[in-house]
């Protein structure tokens, strides 16, 4: 009822019912398994909960609480989704594109650590929640990520997560306004989520940004992405989400003017290149480099980036 007056009718109607069956069933088997497994580790964490807290919601209170100094910093978002988000293993580790048996005893080995080392966590103070932002708005964009990569079109709880996302961002920026990164964090969402209704065509099949109909995006979503982005700008204190959330508003400007300003794509990129690095970020701007000149030199581009830090780098949609 959700989904195939969205996205058509798929050719074996039987075949897809019994898949989502299967893999609801299989959801909620997880979800209770997580839960039972995250029991503990929310009483070692939180001891009181009567206690007052400025914060507007208990997960986003967790969240602070998980980004605790003494946690390993690698592991502070994996141990925020799985038990403060509910996540399993698999999902947790497939963002960070890791065995799912790999990260489920990582995340053993780190829950094992704070039982030994009687680590007594508690929400920080309000003057210090700014030093323990970066990885709250990690787990949360983590959140979205999973939710948004979910590309077989009937996992019911990929909404879910969506939503959830965009609302503990909403609720980080209430509680930090003066925050730039809480606000580009949410322009950047909402920036993706302003495409979702044209991302698919009839069959399903994702259609590419350049290729995308721009009056199915939404203009509210957009414009609200737009005025959080001037608002963070006002800081004058650039960081990685502003950066991605630019340059999704440089192709949000396609559906004003009809083009994309693609040496503005490539600059961005090229900060985001250093001030975040990743491969992903280095492939964006050979491919705006693409655009903007020639393959040739967007291959060039490519050719630089040292092998070994490729050898295990592959596409999701692979």
Request: glycine share 6%; charged share 25%.
């Amino acid at each position: 009822m959700e989904t195939w007056p969205r996205d058509g009718v798929p050719n074996s109607p039987e075949a897809w019912l019994l898949t989502a069956a299967r893999r609801r069933m299989v959801d909620e088997h997880r979800h209770r398994r997580v839960q039972e497994e995250a029991s503990t580790t929310l009483t070692l964490i939180v001891d009181d909960e009567e206690s007052c807290s400025s914060v507007p919601d208990k997960r986003l209170e967790l969240l602070f609480v998980c980004s605790h100094p003494a946690i390993d910093p690698r592991m502070r978002t994996p141990l925020m989704l799985q038990t403060v988000l509910g996540l399993d293993a698999a999902r947790i580790g497939a963002a960070f594109l890791v065995p799912a048996g790999t990260m489920s005893q990582r995340l053993v080995r780190i829950k094992a650590k704070i039982r030994e080392a009687g680590i007594t966590f508690e929400l920080p103070e309000a003057a210090e929640l700014p030093s323990h932002l970066e990885a709250v708005l990690e787990a949360i964009y983590a959140c979205y990520g999973i939710g948004w990569e979910s590309v077989s079109g009937i996992d019911a709880n990929a909404r879910d997560l969506v939503e959830e996302a965009m609302w503990l961002a909403r609720l980080v920026i209430e509680l930090l306004p003066d925050e730039p990164e809480a606000k580009g964090l949410l322009a950047l969402m909402l920036h993706c989520e302003a495409r979702r209704p044209a991302r698919r065509d009839r069959n399903g099949r994702f259609v590419p940004l350049s290729h995308q109909d721009t009056g199915l995006w939404s203009g509210r979503m957009i414009n609200e992405a737009e005025r959080l982005l001037i608002g963070a700008a006002k800081a004058r204190r650039m960081g990685r989400f502003q950066l991605e959330a630019a340059i999704q508003s440089a192709h949000a400007e396609r559906a004003r003017s009809g083009c994309v300003d693609w040496s503005a794509v490539e600059q961005l990129y090229a900060g985001l290149a250093i001030l975040a690095p990743s491969i992903g970020a280095e492939l964006g701007r050979a491919a705006a480099v693409a655009e903007l000149n020639s393959a040739g030199a967007a291959l060039a581009l490519v050719d630089s980036i040292a092998p070994a830090r490729v050898v295990s780098y592959q596409p999701y949609w692979f």
